[in-house]
């Protein structure tokens, strides 16, 4: 084995690279790795622990449930807490995998917009690289002049400095710049990626309704992607530089020492035990952030959930002079936040204490004696040499520019491993939430129930979780609503009416009653399409360009954002309606049916409001009715619609209905709208139910 090694090391001399240059390269990435290595396991454990606002507090892998929490948020914590069971995010297969599919999400080709801006950002951080030791053997040669009292010398090499100033802060900006645009860009894709997603398939309902492995799809889509996004755009310089940056001033150094004709291991090796040591005292006693951050996350999160509660209900806790109790319940969650982050201050204090110490004086210290050991390792001969006078100070101050640098890579080779680690768990985050969306478009759920499912004895396909299976078929076909065998089963697989048989031809205005819970609504969410259909058949009328098939009214009525006239054709758009030839004279006649022609009085059909506050809650039920008379679908699902619409105004609307040919399925619980209804389907709150024509008494 010696002799191999002396061959190599004899093959390189020969090559032009010495045994002290080829010593300096290994050294320094010996101490590279070390640092790498040594800094990896704690941040490992700080990124698991840290997450979202909303995330669980577990300790010891039981679930703290506060006073706070309802059965809901337990049951979003278990699922949480199985989520962080079955996949750890972290330096490993998994996480290298995700990284490559969202690579090719960010960047879809090979030639594109981001490909174009990773050339130009990479050749921007060689450059600097290629600069920055420019500069620094200028200033050693500059000192070297001022100490021989050269001032030609040392004017000429003062303007050529300033030369090198305009390109080396021009590359500086840019390589920010750069990195700010790839960001975007990556940004933007996954954006636009993860929105058609989401928006397809009614993916925005589901993978929060039906399924529970996302707990806040609106903080991964903006905050996530972006923290991603930025994370992949800044690492990429932060890796390549430092790297590229040590093996230059290590070589760099080598040839300055080997002109000092001094060993060039010594420093190095120095350097790299002190690193080792020091970095696996701080390892050993950080304290856990990692945990203390994660509860403080929590406690600020629910602060923030009581003042948004207090936003939402402020009418309500106006009128009962509620605030007392609101105040108090805002000072307690307020105090349970600051006695935390005191806890974590006082943790904070020595630790970084000792950091400082290490990092400040440990390591500049030892990088003194680095550049120091070529000079007080010279022979006496040459100390009292003129030229060795100026050639040591050239050294000095060369290595110490040098040195400062090399501090800088290994700081920013630090930071990069934080980052690395850091984006673990974005991209297991980002890539997790893209599975979901993937999962809940084609209809595969999975949702941590409170019930089990265990009822065998229903006429249900069970798969081996003993979750039922989405066995149902849905066939858009004729011009009737035919339901076959088909269960009512809840997102919590409770089930409401183990089998649903009804046939709707156009024209069969059926009216549906029963008890609170017994199902009504969940029969329109089946229609619609949101819940999936575990059994039976499904028929209904395939949708036409002029009108939808069925349009579904709410107790609770939306207003989106916008003018008046978005109010009264959403979810159509202004080029849609004008598509459709329906003039404003139209929409002020479709105001007037449902009694609202004062607010077409009052505002033009341009003015934009906040529709939700303006309008009163039977307003808002009368606009939401509105919206039926300018779509006109063959069939009307009316979810106690009316229930805040005065009689008469809401017979009116039943009468102009029906005689525009909608045909209506309505849940009420109001005896005067059954004049209206050809048929009555009656659930019993027990799994029963009974749909029959309309006796008229
Ligand atoms: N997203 C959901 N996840 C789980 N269970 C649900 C969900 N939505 C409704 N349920 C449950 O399904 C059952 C039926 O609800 P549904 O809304 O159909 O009742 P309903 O007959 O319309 O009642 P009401 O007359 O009070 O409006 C209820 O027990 C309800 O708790």
Redesign the pocket.
């Known amino acids: 084995m010696p002799a191999v090694a002396s061959r190599f090391l004899n093959e390189l001399e020969r090559r032009g690279i010495s045994r002290q240059t080829f010593s300096c390269f290994v050294v320094g990435l010996a101490v590279g790795t070390y640092v790498v290595k040594i800094v990896a396991p704690p941040l490992r454990e700080r990124l698991k622990t840290s997450r979202s606002s909303s995330s669980l507090s577990s300790d010891n892998n039981n679930i703290i449930l506060t006073e706070e929490k309802t059965i809901i948020e337990a049951e979003k914590l278990l699922a949480e807490r199985n989520a962080i069971k079955t996949v750890q995010p972290g330096l490993n297969k998994e996480f290298i995998i995700q990284l490559i599919q969202l690579v090719r999400i960010m960047i879809p080709r090979p030639v594109c917009r981001e490909t174009a801006l990773l050339a130009a950002h990479t050749v921007c951080l060689v450059s600097r690289t290629f600069l920055s030791f420019i500069v620094a053997s200028m200033e050693g040669r500059m000192v070297k002049f001022i100490v021989q009292h050269d001032i030609r010398n040392f004017s000429k090499m003062l303007l050529q400095w300033l030369g090198i100033a305009l390109p080396a802060t021009f590359v500086n900006s840019m390589i920010r710049y750069l990195e700010n645009r790839l960001a975007l860009s990556f940004r933007t894709r996954l954006v636009s990626h993860a929105y058609r997603l989401y928006f397809s398939n009614q993916v925005y309902y589901r993978c929060s ?1 039906l399924d529970s492995r996302i707990e806040n799809a609106d903080q991964r889509l903006t905050d996530d992607i972006a923290t991603f996004a930025s994370s992949v755009a800044h690492l990429y310089s932060h890796l390549t530089k430092p790297c590229f940056d040590l093996l230059l001033i290590g070589l760099a150094m080598a040839r300055s020492s080997q002109r000092m004709k001094a060993s060039v291991v010594s420093g190095p090796l120095l350097a790299f035990v002190v690193i080792s040591i020091t970095a696996s005292i701080l390892r050993i006693v950080s304290p856990k952030f990692g945990q203390l951050v994660s509860e403080e996350a929590h406690r600020y999160g629910y602060l923030r959930h009581i003042h948004s509660r207090i936003i939402t209900n402020a009418e309500e806790i106006a009128f009962y002079r509620g605030h007392r109790v609101e105040l108090q319940q805002l000072r307690e969650a307020y105090e349970r936040l600051t006695r935390h982050m005191n806890v974590i201050f006082e943790q904070r204090l020595w630790f970084v204490m000792l950091e400082q110490f290490f990092m400040k004086y440990v390591w500049s210290g030892t990088g003194m004696v680095m550049v120091s050991l070529p000079i007080l390792t010279t022979s006496k001969k040459s100390r009292e040499n003129a030229n060795g006078i100026s050639d040591r100070t050239q050294y000095l101050t060369t290595a110490r520019n040098l040195l400062i640098s090399g501090a800088d890579a290994i700081e920013r080779l630090m930071s990069s491993y934080k980052e690395i680690v850091a984006l673990a768990g974005y991209t297991h985050r980002v890539a997790d939430m893209f599975h979901v969306f993937e999962d809940t478009r084609k209809g595969v759920y999975s949702k941590t129930t409170v019930t089990e499912c265990k009822n065998h004895a229903l006429p249900l396909e069970y798969g081996p979780d003993d979750k039922p299976i989405v066995a149902g078929r849905i066939i858009l076909e004729g011009a009737s609503i035919v339901v076959t065998k088909v269960p009512v089963v ?3 697989c ?1 089930i ?1 009416v183990p089998s649903l048989t009804v046939t709707i031809h156009p024209g069969m205005h059926v009216l549906i009653t ?1 008890p ?7 029969l329109f969410r089946i229609l619609s399409g949101l819940w999936p259909i575990y059994g039976g058949e499904l028929r209904i009328p395939p949708p036409r360009a002029d009108k939808p098939c069925m349009f579904y009214i709410p107790q609770r009525p939306y207003m989106s954002i916008g003018s008046l006239r978005d109010q009264i054709i959403y979810p159509d758009t202004r080029q849609d309606m004008l598509r459709k030839k329906v003039s404003e004279q139209v929409l002020r006649d479709i105001l007037k049916m449902v009694a609202l022609e004062h607010i077409a009085q009052r505002d033009n059909f341009d003015e934009v409001r906040d529709w939700k506050d303006i309008l009163s809650g039977g307003e808002k039920q009368r606009m939401a009715i509105a919206r039926l008379f300018y779509h006109r679908p063959q069939y009307a699902l009316l979810d106690e619609c009316t229930s805040a619409v005065s009689i008469d105004v809401e017979s009116s609307i039943y009468e102009l209905a029906k005689s525009i040919g909608i045909t209506l399925l309505t ?1 009420t619980h109001r005896p005067t709208l059954r004049r209206f209804h050809t048929h009555i389907l009656e659930f019993d709150g027990q799994g029963g139910w009974n749909f029959k024509p309309m006796m008229t008494s």
């Open positions: 309704n809840t997102p919590n409770d409401i029963g609170n819970g017994c199902g009504k609504s969940s849940i």
